[in-house]
T-cell receptor, first 111, second 115 residues
Framework: GNSVTQMEGPVTLSEEAFLTINCTYT??????LFWYVQYPGEGLQLLLK?????DKGSNKGFEATYRKETTSFHLEKGSVQVSDSAVYFC??????????FGSGTRLLVRP | EAEVAQSPRYKITEKSQAVAFWCDPI?????LYWYRQILGQGPELLVQ????????DSQLPKDRFSAERLKGVDSTLKIQPAELGDSAMYLC?????????????FGPGTRLTVL
């Protein structure tokens, strides 16, 4: 069945460091791919998405490219801030309109 | 800015008791989702409504869980009787329509603790 695998956290970085959170997926067909972010005490928010191979989603300095050949959708940011501390979820949208989430990666950015 | 509302935010109950959670989606959103998020895991879809009709409840434990959206607006998720393993965050989300190109907007969740 369809599934998403993300790197385990927590990921701890200093402010202005480069961020990569790995995400790979298993799916039949051509899923859409998403990154959601969950700040403490809040619900999930869509961060970015890509709907087909080679698409790049971007928002708030974060980027991810849909790589069909490696079935990956890694999240990157060139310079993280303390305010980026949150839990990040990779997800895929399958043909039945269902979102399937990874287990989440906690990011902690220190000043 | 319109938001998905959920209540209560926190619920503590004893096993074998009944609990209910309420969700009010963003106005005009026809599709409503209930997810369960166990600590350390990603959300898992329990049930999806399109207006007042259930579209997908394949992961809903129907022996103890029920969900309704009688007028196609707000929704209630009930657990009876609650078990220890039901302790989790219950998230509600809504979207304008079906299809993953329609962004899902999430509420803050209800954190359930079963003692």
């Amino acid at each position: 069945g369809n599934s998403v695998t993300q790197m385990e956290g927590p990921v701890t970085l200093s402010e202005e460091a480069f961020l990569t959170i790995n995400c790979t997926y298993t799916a039949t067909g051509y899923p859409s791919l998403f990154w959601y972010v969950q700040y403490p005490g809040e619900g999930l928010q869509l961060l970015l998405k890509a709907t087909k191979a080679d698409d790049k989603g971007s928002n708030k300095g974060f980027e991810a490219t849909y790589r069909k050949e490696t079935t990956s959708f890694h999240l990157e940011k060139g310079s993280v801030q303390v305010s980026d501390s949150a839990v990040y979820f990779c997800a895929l949208g399958d043909s039945s309109y269902k979102l399937i989430f990874g287990s989440g990666t906690r990011l902690l950015v220190r000043p | 800015e319109a938001e998905v509302a959920q209540s209560p935010r926190y619920k503590i109950t004893e096993k074998s008791q009944a609990v209910a959670f309420w969700c009010d989606p963003i106005s005009g959103h026809a599709t409503l989702y209930w997810y369960r998020q166990i600590l350390g895991q990603g959300p898992e879809l329990l049930v999806q409504f399109q207006d007042e009709s259930v579209v997908d409840d394949s992961q809903l434990p129907k022996d103890r869980f029920s969900a309704e959206r009688l007028k196609g607006v707000d929704s209630t998720l009930k657990i009876q009787p609650a078990e220890l393993g039901d302790s989790a965050m219950y998230l509600c989300a809504s979207s304008y329509g079906q299809g993953t190109y329609n962004e899902q907007f999430f509420g803050p969740g209800t954190r359930l603790t079963v003692l």
